[in-house]
């Protein structure tokens, strides 16, 4: 007796295994700053930089270089010196500071570094407090050597404290290099981002005083030196030049460079991309 097999039907097609992407990390979830991140970013940074001698010459000598040789320049008139290098041991400062950052950001972004990075646990405030814990270590010494030079070794003519010029030329190093980061952002090279110098700082330099009494410009020119932070910089350095304590003025003008500088380092987090396109 023979049984009928039934026919074999061919096996159902298995569907192929739908593959799901994770999403991409987003940094810190909560958008608040981490320190252990922030020191751990400024830690990196200080590493790279201490491989890079010409960055450390170009940050801490440069500004006492220039001021060396202005001094000298006005060797038959140290009163000239003593009017307008207070001024400028806040200004180089603030112009070195925002150069080397922000060339130093972009190369991190172009070179792939700034997007392995924020594909980490590391938010975009964490880094930009990172980059601006580790260059204002780095203000620090560069400021308290520009001051000691001025006022101890050229005879800077001083009547307030010394302290307090160290002050604003710290806080005018924080302002550069704030601005650094933020103008990183719309450069797509460091020669763009050099490019960026004379849009930034040139108008500031021309606005703030330093050649010119602000009250003497013209009326247009002194409602917008009013809002360039530089100005309050070079009259925070007077302040000091002139009155033995610390004036109401000077006051204002150090929370208002102080406020710029985080008003500006806050922006620099909000614009900061992974990538150059």
Not at 13 to 41: K, W
């Amino acid at each position: 007796m023979t049984t009928k097999t039934p026919p074999e039907t061919p096996d159902a097609p298995t569907p192929a295994p739908t593959s799901v992407r994770a999403p991409a990390p987003t940094g810190s979830p909560t958008g608040a700053l981490n320190a252990s991140r922030t020191a751990a970013t400024a830690a990196r940074v200080l590493r790279q930089l201490r491989h890079d001698p010409r960055t450390i010459a170009l940050l801490i000598l440069i500004p006492c270089v220039m001021l060396l040789l202005l001094r000298y320049v006005f060797d038959g008139s140290p009163r000239t010196f003593d009017n307008i290098g207070a001024s400028l041991l806040g200004i180089f400062p603030l112009i070195t500071m925002f150069l080397v950052t922000s060339i130093a950001t972009l190369r991190e972004r172009t070179s792939g570094t700034l997007e392995r990075l924020l594909a980490m646990p590391l938010g975009k405030g964490d880094l930009i407090a990172g980059y601006a814990l580790a260059f204002g270590a780095l203000a620090i010494v560069q400021s308290a050597l520009a001051t000691g030079l001025a006022v101890w070794f050229l005879d800077l003519d001083v009547t307030g404290s010394p302290w307090l010029l160290l002050l604003v030329a710290l806080l005018d190093a924080l302002l550069g290099t704030a601005l650094g980061l933020f103008v990183s952002a719309f450069a797509a090279s460091e020669f763009q981002a050099v490019q960026f110098m004379p849009a930034v700082i040139f108008p500031q330099l021309l606005l703030c005083g330093l050649f010119a009494p602000r009250d003497t410009m013209h009326p247009a020119l002194e409602t917008l030196s009013d809002v360039l932070p530089m100005s309050y910089a070079v009259d925070g350095m007077n302040e000091v030049l002139t009155h033995t304590d610390m004036t109401a003025t000077f006051v204002r003008d150090v929370l208002i460079v102080g406020g710029c500088a985080l008003l500006v380092l806050c922006l620099g987090a909000a614009t900061l991309r992974r990538r150059t396109q």
